[in-house]
């Protein structure tokens, strides 16, 4: 399974979450941000690629939506609701990843 982890900055929550779920149980990850200024910014080719697309916050839902409409009509996505307060491999961050990540994809 293709999963797409997407914050603001592509710095901290995203690549921490590609991070520890790369090649957990034979999936893939990636991940990519939805600011101008990210580490990489999510694209057209991003959506296309991913099985599940994951957002950290309900403001990076709505401007995937804008931004590339129609693409998400046949995708999974899915809000982990997790706030910018941590940094990148941060206990507590992969703590929640894990949890919130591992109830949708272990389904």
Known sequence: MKLLFIC??????????????HLYEGHQA???????????????????????IFVMEKKHLRRIREKFGIL???????????????????????EILQNRVLEQIEK
């Open 30 to 52: 990636r991940s990519a941000g939805t600011e101008s200024g990210a580490r990489t910014k999510v694209t057209e080719g991003h959506i296309g690629w991913a099985d599940i």
């Open 72 to 94: 998400l009509n046949h995708k999974t996505v899915v809000n982990l609701d997790i706030a910018d307060d941590y940094q990148y491999m941060d206990e507590v961050l992969i």
């Open 8 to 21: 603001s900055k592509n710095q901290w929550r995203s690549p921490t979450a590609e991070k520890i779920f």
